[in-house]
């Protein structure tokens, strides 16, 4: 008999085996836009064209700061890694989305899951993170100005920007190795474009609801805390710059932190709407048009964001541009 069973389950397809009555998934298939067929031309051009956007801004952004020696500051290192992360952060998921669009196979692998899922939170979390980090170094530029070359010197910097990175993946693995840790049968179709915590452990085997106040606690951690700590560093901030008596020094010192602002903003706008909730993923095809915001539309305002209110990376572009010019006549 166990010979039986034990052929039977050998000599089925890759997609699906045969274990004590329970159809146990192999492989997953993204649905994706598989429900829009007629918009899939335009829907990749559409992404493709603002991935390119995307890479060249950010691109642009790090060797801006790389070339230009009056970028070589803390804000504007940090803002480097920024952009390195959102380069990371898009290479995760759109390609792979803009393949499906083409593709009638929307296969993947549980292993190549696991690894975009990984990378995925991992990088999502290091952002948190890594505003974190960014609003305090306004924090200690603006009510530290003395200071501030002491408290952030380039020693200091690499520590806390290896701390955000290291926290972040830390926060990934541990939410990756929960959801991974049973296997996963009955349907094999994921309700998204991409490995999503929720859509993902809605297949799981074993009953996932403490799995998900679990993830759904630590999330909430993540978000929450990064939050707050950026509150209160925007409370001290203005509190220290209503104190300037100038309105040009206040104005300054606001333009500082408008882009910065803004991305904060919408990061953490997103990251509520898809994560702070206890049942999150109630309606897929919501939870897909606030994504492809999050995956798509969010990594873009990063550069337009930077360049076009900044005042020194606008200079400092200009001033790249003219020395390029000068070099190839």
Known sequence: MTGILCTEYMTLTPEKQWENATWLVTEFVLVGFSNLPDLRIILFTLFFLTYLVTLSGNVTIITIIYVDQTLHTPMYRFLAVLSLSETCYTLVTIPNMLAHLLMESHAISIAGCRAQMFFFLGLGCSHCFLLTLMGYDRYVAICYPLHYLVIMKPTICLCLGALVFCSGFSVALIETSMIFSSPFCGSDRVEHFFCDIAPVLKLSCAESAGKTLAI?????????VSFVLILLSYAFIVA??????????????????????????????????????????????????????????????????????????????????????????
């Open 240 to 329: 220290a710059i209503v104190r300037i008596p100038s309105t040009a020094g206040r104005h300054k010192a606001f333009s500082t932190c408008a882009a910065h602002l803004t991305v904060v903003i919408v990061h953490f706008g997103c990251a509520s709407i898809i994560y702070l909730r206890p049942e999150s993923g109630g309606n897929p095809h919501q939870d897909r048009l606030v994504a492809v915001f999050y995956t798509v539309v969010t990594p873009l305002l990063n550069p337009v964001v930077y360049t076009l209110r900044n005042k020194e990376v606008r200079v400092a572009l200009r001033r790249t541009l003219a020395r390029s010019c000068w070099v190839f006549k």
């Open 216 to 224: 759904f606690f630590l999330s909430m951690i993540v978000v929450l």
